[in-house]
């Protein structure tokens, strides 16, 4: 089955320029998870690193019914979601298992939400 880890954080942090050899180190301990899943068959169609929610457009119904598009994220939040990684997994606690060696867990305290991907 397919899964889907959403990489959730405080979006702050994970782009200091004071920071970036600190961020360098990070990047590279994803890239090493990275090779290390896919080796073991557990990453479906990869994944995406999202830009930050500040450049992000939101589309919702105005007052008149018609498309409206403001700036930002529908919701103010601390944590946003950063980025996903699909993964392929027997079942929910196999790819659970996958998503708690995420290094962003245990390097800043971001969370990773584990879903199943609906197959219609």
Avoid: H
Avoid at 38 to 54: C, F, N, P, V
């Amino acid at each position: 089955m397919r899964y889907v880890m959403l990489l959730c954080g405080d979006e702050d942090g994970w782009y200091d320029p004071d920071r970036a050899a600190e961020q360098e180190n990070a990047m590279n301990e994803i890239y090493a998870w990275m090779e290390k899943w896919q080796a073991e068959g557990k990453i479906a169609d990869g994944g995406a690193e999202l830009d930050t929610s500040r450049k992000a457009k939101t589309v919702s119904r105005g007052p008149d019914g018609a498309p409206m598009v403001t700036d930002g994220p529908y919701l103010e939040l601390k944590e946003v979601v950063g980025g996903f990684i699909m993964l392929e997994a027997d079942d929910i606690d196999d790819a659970v298992a996958v998503a708690a060696t995420w290094p962003g867990v245990a390097r800043f305290g971001d969370k990773v939400e584990v879903r199943p991907v609906m197959q219609r």
